[in-house]
């Protein structure tokens, strides 16, 4: 079968089979690996990308139900001249050290963002719930979210 | 904070160069590349905990769409490849070498543990692959199950494999047992547990993945690999695969999303994917699958330990006794032994002066996912019964626990304990006193009292930790039993320009190496940082490693960098001296970045020499050599000894059982430090897998060897939500077996964790102790078996 979605801006047709999952749509056919698989049990976020401008963990979803849609990846976040703030504060705080999980967090954290602009330290760390880091022991993320949400990201 | 600077970079928190890359998707883990002519690998793994192969039928799998290749025990077998086995040869008291049970990559006969692997299918996509790893019939012969270690050696239990008689690998002491015993009966009081150390899944985010590319033509191999240590796993998978020889095999890696140890083993996947790649002449891919991972990534800890403290009447320690049992799994992995003897063992005695230790550690195969080293490795174990002993002690003698910490804490070094380690530098009485100052253990009774009135039973623990570090001193190592001394490699390369690369066989994973190590190189040579490369995750670049393990990469990967800087100013004053007309090397000085002949305005920058040594014209009529490179090996003639004091305060709701961190207080020495800010960041990564141990994750099998435990659904990961804000703080006394003075800090936090949490738990319940995980459920039912 056929997709067709925008994928950072960029319009997109793709021949899939139907149990094709989107983050296998967009790792395998558009290249895009910074999207990543963490588990099989959708419990790590690693995968989360926006579709639509909502945070989705994109291998809980196939790519056929992402027909039409507007589908935004870690590759797509900055507007290709400078980071955006939560990028940056992802690295100005140290809130990543091998870097697997962090497109995930970093999505899911401009989600957060979008949808509570000034979080308190423990609704970040609640919001967090569904993205796991096995490095960085969260300390360092909270903050960078929190230095971002400052910065008005 | 350190208030530690070393130099213009070296020694503060500059940013990480690796972040770009991760923080816009742009990083290359091995997944992430797809290979001109791809194929993809799937496993199919033994349901079965024990039992033989009666029959395989590939048939339907091998006429599937897009299969290549369907491989098996026997294939492997017919193909006269190597079996794994372990890397460390411990003896048994009796001086018999320790048994290492056959270890097929694919099993052959027999499968031992749920997800030992029984065949292999090779197909043009991945699903393809998976598809036909479901048309595969076996018919398996059930066996009994050993999966507890006091089960496994229990007379009558099923034998795992036929040269490990009562499943023992190896019986092995250590330490002096008839001054132990002496101490002992000299004793007023003697302190005994009996306790686990839960089995953990080591979890790195990035699952395990291979991708191997065979050159029919030049009989070359190259292995993408998600690894820890591509130097030494190259040289290890040659020798036990035979599959080709070293100087035909390259392993790459390049972005590799954690390890925590689990990616430091050859491991059957990788054999196979080597020789999968050989049987098709088409690139293989394996990606681990999260639910994979946990059946087959090597499992850590899972001791049983029956451990004893002998007191006198002042409280002054006396000795230790220790038996332990260590499960192994059902096979042996490359570190497998390693590391409950040596890395546990020698260091039962912590922070304290005590006369007599003896340690017995009889190594136990079960049906269960082989077990290796995993953050921290043997240390934490050792750091747990030691503090928990304490703990104890005191509980039942009457003592305050930090009282009876500080008058048994080493205060004079170096000093050689009764273990055989010798402590270098340290400062035990200034780490106690600061942790405690900052948590305020003075004011802990009030605070108790404050949340009684809130219904909730507070309490306090301590753990003060000592690890050794930095592998490693070859001497050492290799009166061990170590067959390779773990020394370290370094090669610099000065370009024409001025850039500067580093080769190391360090192998960064998360921990900040392409940072670090260009801030000291950046400020040997007094150029700017972005002008130093580091390079490192592929054989065909440095000439040597040993990996990142065992919190080396500092004391011995950059110890190695500090020696070839040396060399590089030496040679670069030589040219300089030529081309400054100086008579000797000693007129010309060297300070930030310029080479001045002495008592002249004469001068050359770093760069102007790089291109003069590299171009070779104006040098070409001495006798020096044209370029300006060198390269160095550092062995250390010691471990490096961080260690620490960890204070935790928990409230417990007594109505649920839920134990919640209040608070957390972390004082560290890890001697100099090369980034503050990423030293702090690997604190805060070993104490969330410490907590995790204590409060969270498990590792869980039934009797029949299935494992329970088995995903993310099921495994408690910790997350966010489950920690408040740590505090940590840094008081650094320099080792001395590096020319940096650095301890290494990638394993301190899951090391002194643990102890501090479950001695707050038992503070709070006052009880005299409680296993691992302390879980709600556990929790509840033990506030409801006391009077707490």
């Known amino acids: ?153 | 904070m350190s208030d530690q600077v070393l130099g213009k970079t070296f020694g503060t928190p500059v940013r990480r160069v690796e972040d770009s890359r991760f923080i816009q998707g742009a990083g290359n883990f091995t997944d992430d590349v797809i290979h001109p002519g791809q194929t993809y690998m799937a496993f199919l793994r033994s349901p079965h905990a024990h039992a033989d192969i009666v029959s395989i039928d590939t048939s339907a799998a091998e006429a599937a769409a897009g299969v290549r290749k369907v491989l098996t025990g026997q294939d492997y077998a017919d193909a006269g490849l190597g079996m794994l086995f372990c890397g460390w040869g411990s003896q048994s008291q009796s001086g018999e070498p320790q048994k290492m049970g056959a270890y097929p990559p694919l099993a052959h006969g027999r499968v031992r543990y749920v997800g030992n692997i029984v065949a292999a299918v090779i197909a043009d996509s991945r699903d393809q692959a998976k598809d036909a790893v479901d048309l595969i019939e076996v018919d398996y012969k059930e066996l009994p199950v050993a999966v507890d270690v006091l089960d496994a050696v229990k007379d009558g239990a099923p034998q795992l494999h036929d040269d490990a008689p009562g499943n023992l690998v190896v019986d092995w002491v250590h330490g002096d047992k008839d001054a132990t015993e002496a101490a002992f009966a000299a004793a007023s009081d003697v302190v005994t547990l009996e306790l686990r150390n839960n089995r953990m899944v080591p979890n790195a985010m990035e699952t395990r993945a291979t991708n191997a590319l065979y050159n029919h033509g030049r009989g070359e191999f190259t292995l993408h690999i998600s690894t820890q240590n591509p130097h030494g796993l190259k040289t290890f998978t040659s020798v036990l695969t035979q599959i080709a020889p070293e100087h035909k095999l390259r392993l790459v890696a390049d972005d590799v999303g954690g390890g925590f140890g689990s990616k430091a083993f050859v491991y059957a996947e990788d054999a196979i994917t080597l020789f999968a790649a050989r049987e098709t002449r088409r690139p293989v891919k394996w990606t681990c699958e999260r639910s994979e991972a946990f059946l087959s990534d090597a499992h850590g800890r899972d001791h049983w330990t029956k451990a004893e403290l002998a007191l006198n009447a002042e409280g002054k320690f006396l000795g230790v006794r220790v038996h332990t049992l260590a499960n192994m799994g059902a096979y042996l992995s490359t570190s497998a032994t390693l590391v409950p003897t040596y890395m546990s063992a020698p260091l039962l005695t912590g922070q304290y002066d005590i006369a007599a230790v003896h340690g017995q550690v009889d190594c136990v195969f079960t049906n269960t996912v082989p077990v290796d080293a995993y953050r921290g490795a043997g240390r934490p174990e050792a750091a747990y019964v030691i503090e928990r002993l304490v703990d104890a002690a005191a509980f039942q003698t009457g003592r305050d626990p930090s009282q009876l910490r500080r008058q048994n804490m080493i205060t004079q070094f170096p000093h050689t304990t009764a273990g055989g380690l010798t402590y270098d530098n340290c400062d035990f009485h200034t780490l106690l006193d600061k942790a405690s100052e900052a948590i305020d253990y003075a004011g802990f009774p009030a605070r108790k009292a404050e949340a009684k009135a809130r219904g909730k039973i507070r309490g306090i623990g301590m753990s003060t930790y000592i690890e050794a570090c930095g592998f490693g001193p070859s001497k050492i190592i290799g009166s061990w039993g170590g067959q390779a001394g773990p020394w370290e490699s370094s090669e610099i390369r000065v370009l024409p320009t001025g850039g500067v690369e580093i080769h190391t066989g360090c192998m960064n994973h998360g921990q900040g190496h392409e940072t670090v190590f260009a801030q000291y190189v950046s400020d040997a040579f007094g150029v700017p940082m972005d002008q130093v490369e580091l390079l490192y995750g592929d054989t065909d670049r440095g000439q040597h490693g040993n990996g990142t393990v065992g919190s080396r990469s500092g004391p011995v990967g950059l110890g190695a960098v500090a020696m070839t800087c040396t060399k590089i100013i030496t040679k670069a004053k030589t040219v300089v001296r030529h081309t400054l007309g100086a008579e000797s090397d000693d007129e010309i000085e060297f300070a930030d970045g310029v080479f001045t002949r002495t008592g002249t305005n004469l001068a050359l920058k770093f760069a102007e020499v790089a291109w003069i040594a590299n171009a070779g014209i104006t040098i070409a009529d001495t006798d020096v050599e044209p370029g300006l490179h060198a390269a160095s090996n550092f062995d250390p003639e010691n471990f490096t000894f961080p260690s620490g004091c960890y204070i935790c305060e928990v409230e417990i709701d007594p109505d649920t059982g839920v134990v919640d961190i209040a608070d957390f207080v972390v004082f560290d020495d890890f001697g100099n430090l090369g980034n503050p800010m990423i030293v702090e960041g690997q604190v805060h990564g070993g104490v969330v897998q410490g907590i995790g141990q204590a409060l969270l994750e498990n590792t869980v099998y039934d009797e029949t060897g299935q494992l329970l435990s088995g995903s993310f659904m099921d495994y408690t990961m910790p997350r966010a939500d489950n920690f408040p804000h740590f505090r940590v703080g840094m008081h650094g006394t320099p080792a001395t077996a590096n020319p940096m003075g650095m301890k290494g800090c990638g394993e301190a936090g899951a090391i002194g964790a643990p102890p501090a949490v479950v001695n707050a738990v038992t503070n709070a319940l006052n009880i005299d102790h409680i296993d691992m995980p302390l879980t709600a459920e556990k929790v509840w039912a033990k506030i409801n078996s006391t009077s707490a």
């Open chain 1, 1 to 153: 079968m056929k997709v067709s979605l925008t994928v950072n801006g960029q319009a997109e047709t793709q021949e899939i089979e139907p149990r094709t999952l989107l983050v296998h749509l967009l790792r395998d056919q558009l290249r895009l690996t910074g999207t990543h698989v963490g588990c099989d049990t959708s419990q790590c976020g690693a995968c989360v990308v926006h579709v639509d401008g909502v945070a989705v963990k994109s291998c809980t979803m196939l790519a056929a139900q992402a027909e039409g849609a507007e589908v935004t990846t870690i590759e797509g976040l900055s507007d290709g001249a400078n980071l955006h703030p939560m990028q940056e504060a992802f690295s100005k705080a140290h809130g990543l050290q091998c870097g697997f999980c962090t497109p995930g967090m970093i999505m899911t954290a401009t989600d957060l963002l979008r949808r509570i602009p000034n979080p308190d330290e423990e609704t970040i760390r609640k919001e967090l719930e569904g993205n796991i880091c096995r490095c960085t022991g969260y300390q360092n993320i909270v903050k960078a979210i929190k230095t971002a949400a400052e910065a008005g990201a």
